[in-house]
């Protein structure tokens, strides 16, 4: 079974570290996060493309819409 450490002793550790490594620290998770969500994003644009391609997408105005969501 794996143990992770609580929210609260993450940052007590982090806190635990020099102002520089805590720098260094922030800009790795932040860099991280964007690649994340760079391919969540692409994930999703493949998707699209994909329903597309199979004809799962619907077009019309809004008021299609509405009427749609109506039913």
């Known amino acids: ?18 102002l520089e490594q805590q720098i260094m620290l922030i800009e790795i998770i932040q860099n991280r996060l ?9 994930e999703n644009v493949e998707q ?10 619907n077009r019309g ?3 299609n819409l509405m009427a749609e969501l109506d039913e």
Not at 8 to 18: C, G, N, R, S, W
């Open 48 to 57: 699209a493309e994909q329903d597309y391609h199979q004809g799962n997408i």
């Open 34 to 42: 964007r690649e994340r969500k760079r391919t969540q994003l692409l």
């Open 61 to 63: 105005s809004v008021a």
């Open 1 to 18: 079974m794996n143990t992770y450490p609580t929210f609260q002793e993450a940052i007590d550790t982090v806190e635990a570290l020099p």
